[in-house]
């Protein structure tokens, strides 16, 4: 049986087996979900016969308000292009309460890995924290991360993780 433990943004997973025991415990993964939510996902559970568990899901409402990465940046779908080893400007506002946040501490770390550019993300190497310098307008609060790319074609992920365990994520194809 899976279950959560915990409250978001600190969630984890509990798996039991009263009757053949675990072999591999759940996962937790999250997602943006709908209107600045989180969906927070147990998978992957096994128990020592072979059974796999039903992943749960749980969507939990977001504590700090993402407005997107400001243009020219677009969402996944959609793919940027950008130059191998450039400066990629990614900016963003963040608030909480209806309260713009200017507090760097907000951002809580910017990792980014290579994927399979077609079909896109199918495949996918581990996370590389990026290289690059996070700065914030106190007047109007607009966050901007100076990302410098990796210096090797290919295609790319972008994940922006905010200190409510929350993350945003961008795409890339470097040329």
């Known amino acids: 049986m899976v279950t959560f433990a915990g409250s978001a943004p600190s969630l984890s997973c509990a798996t039991e087996d009263a009757i053949s025991g675990v072999a591999v415990p759940a996962t937790l ?17 096994v128990d020592t016969a072979g059974n796999l568990a039903a992943p749960i899901s749980q969507t939990a409402a977001s504590t700090i308000l993402f407005t997107g990465f400001a243009t020219p940046i677009k969402a996944p779908p959609s793919v940027n292009p950008a130059k ?18 200017t507090d760097l501490a907000a951002v809580s770390a910017t990792d980014y890995r290579s994927v399979a550019c077609s079909p896109w993300a199918q495949t996918a190497g581990p996370w590389t924290p990026t290289v690059g310098k996070l700065t914030v307008a106190k007047r109007g609060g607009t966050y901007t991360y100076a990302w410098t790319a990796p210096r090797t074609a290919g295609c790319y992920e972008y994940r922006l993780t905010l200190s409510d365990s929350s993350t945003r994520v961008a795409w890339f194809k470097l040329t």
Request: charged share 5%; hydrophobic share 25%.
């Open 84 to 101: 191998k080893g450039s400066t990629v400007k990614l900016s963003f506002t963040l608030s909480q309460g209806g309260v713009p946040l």
């Open 29 to 45: 993964s999250s997602a943006p979900g709908p209107s600045g939510s989180t969906v927070y996902t147990c998978s992957g559970a």
